[in-house]
């Protein structure tokens, strides 16, 4: 299944299959445990849901953390408290193993594509780059292969290892998480003009206890509606424009 989503995520100009909101899901379905699945995957969306990779940047990599913490949680028996902070450290040392893996993969490719681009062989460059795609998917799903064969044991005898009082300080500590997400998140997208909806969201949820699906109808309500209010005034420009245009012409 990883394998699967890392392709498909490589051939079709990242369809964000590979969220943790979406991973997660599909990776407790395969597991049996569906509803735990759900949770944990919204859980980890929203601790990574301002995480982004531009460029060269790979802050963190989602993927990896959320298939090889939703393993140790539904097959591995670690609590939900200790999923957020797991999926972390994991998430910034994966990262730095799949960077690493891309420029020793990709950076072995370099000289035999400089070649065939040099002679025009366009059918050995496209096909070596398809082989080049999959052989850099492989690497790291052998990684998590290994890691869930070899490490599940020894992580949920590492986290029943820790103190209850550390434990607590992890759970508190991993329900601030989700915060710093959203806060990432904002941080890019913030507008003055916008915040209107964030303050009315808050208010709407927190007042009038409106859950998180009703929350998403209403959004989806001022969305259309905002659309249909720009497209409405375009219209008016481009006939305003347009009739504008022909007095000057026959003025």
Not at 19 to 36: A, S
Not at 103 to 115: E, K, L, Q, R, T
Not at 231 to 248: L, P, Q, Y
């Amino acid at each position: 299944m990883y394998l699967i989503i890392l392709l498909v995520n490589s051939f079709y100009a990242h369809a964000f299959l590979n969220r943790p909101i979406t991973v997660v899901p599909l990776l407790g379905m395969f597991l049996g445990d569906l509803h735990t699945g759900l949770i944990l995957g919204a859980q980890l969306e929203l601790l990574f849901i301002g995480i982004t990779t531009i460029g060269g940047s790979l802050p963190s990599d989602v993927t990896l953390a959320g298939i090889l913490v939703g393993a140790f949680v539904i097959g591995g028996g670690v609590s939900m408290e200790l999923a957020l902070p797991l999926a972390v450290a994991i998430g910034v040392v994966s990262a730095m193993f799949t960077l690493m893996n891309r420029i020793i993969v990709a950076g072995a490719y370099v000289p035999f594509f400089d070649n065939w681009a040099a002679k025009g062989q366009w059918k050995a460059y496209y096909m070596w780059n398809v082989v080049g795609q999959v052989v850099l998917c492989i690497v790291p799903v052998l990684v998590v292969f290994f890691a869930i064969y070899l490490g599940s044991g020894a992580v949920t005898a590492a986290m029943n290892a820790i103190p209850v009082s550390i434990q607590h300080g992890i759970q508190v500590a991993s329900s601030m998480m989700p915060a710093v997400g959203i806060a990432l998140l904002m941080s890019m997208l913030w507008s003055t003009k916008m915040s209107i909806y964030f303050y009315l969201g808050f208010a709407l949820t927190v007042y009038l206890k409106i859950n998180m699906t009703a929350m998403i109808f209403i959004a989806a309500f001022i969305t259309i509606v905002q659309v249909y209010n720009e497209m409405n005034i375009r219209d008016r420009i481009k006939a305003a424009t347009s009739k504008s245009g022909e007095g000057d012409l026959f003025g």
